[in-house]
């Protein structure tokens, strides 16, 4: 994907500066540059005009999610800013912040977890003849990723500490590949208890129980194959 812009300047020099600054980035040598129409001097500064410069730029990855992040704020109106940074690893975390903003998240991170799919969908996708490297994307709201992680932890020990106290599994509603994996990790913590998933596709749920319980122990595949999703 490529954005052109046209600036008017006294010199390349000053033209680059502007259309780095219209962009929003600081690689001077990632743009490409024509001229369109060379500067004039004149004479004694009578007759002296701006040159005119065409500017192109081939947006990464990131920038192209970032680009339909900002696009889909706008048409629907919403008052949010929206923000891209290095995330974890390699990730790339695309911010929105704003009181409108709220509506992006869904229920329990619903229409969050689909915003970001089709924000790496926007990342990934190539035009013909272009090279791009993968890039994976978060996407949070209000900080909601975070908060929804710490409540995800709670409830994991809690519920291990009733499958302790009344030594019967239990099984937690659906949820994403994401949430699944932090419920496992903090049980993991927690001796005497272990965890599974159950279910296919978007009604896959997590289980604790007790780890003498033969009975679910089978099934804790699932809970290894797991970590390696999403």
């Not at 869904?106 to 035009?127: E, F, I, M, R, W």
Request: aromatic letters at 6%; proline letters at 2%.
């Amino acid at each position: 994907m490529k954005k052109e812009i046209i600036v008017t300047a006294k010199s390349q020099e000053e033209a680059t500066a502007k259309a780095l600054a219209e962009l929003g980035i600081t690689d001077a040598e990632a743009l490409e540059c024509a001229l369109i129409e060379a500067p004039k001097k004149g004479f004694l500064g009578i007759g002296a005009a701006p040159g005119k410069y065409a500017f192109s730029y081939t947006l990464k990855g990131a920038e192209v999610a970032f680009d339909f992040i900002k696009n889909l704020i706008v048409s629907m109106g919403l008052e949010a800013q929206v923000t891209l940074s290095d995330g974890e690893g390699d990730n790339k975390l695309i911010r929105v912040d704003g009181e409108s903003a709220g509506v992006l998240i869904g229920h329990h991170g619903d229409t969050l977890d689909s915003l970001q799919y089709l924000a790496n969908l926007a990342a990934n996708k190539k035009v013909a003849g272009e090279k791009r490297e993968f890039c994976r994307i978060t996407v949070d709201v209000e900080n909601y990723r975070l908060k929804r992680e710490d409540t995800l932890r709670a409830l994991a020990r809690r519920m291990a500490d009733k499958v302790l106290r009344y030594k019967k599994s239990v099984m937690l509603e659906p949820m994403n590949p994401y949430e699944r994996r932090i419920i496992h990790s903090e049980v993991q913590k927690i001796g005497g208890v272990s965890t599974n998933s159950i279910g296919s596709e978007n009604n896959r749920k997590v289980v604790l129980y007790l780890d003498e319980d033969v009975n679910a122990a089978p099934a804790a595949e699932n809970r290894r194959e797991e970590f390696g999703e999403f």
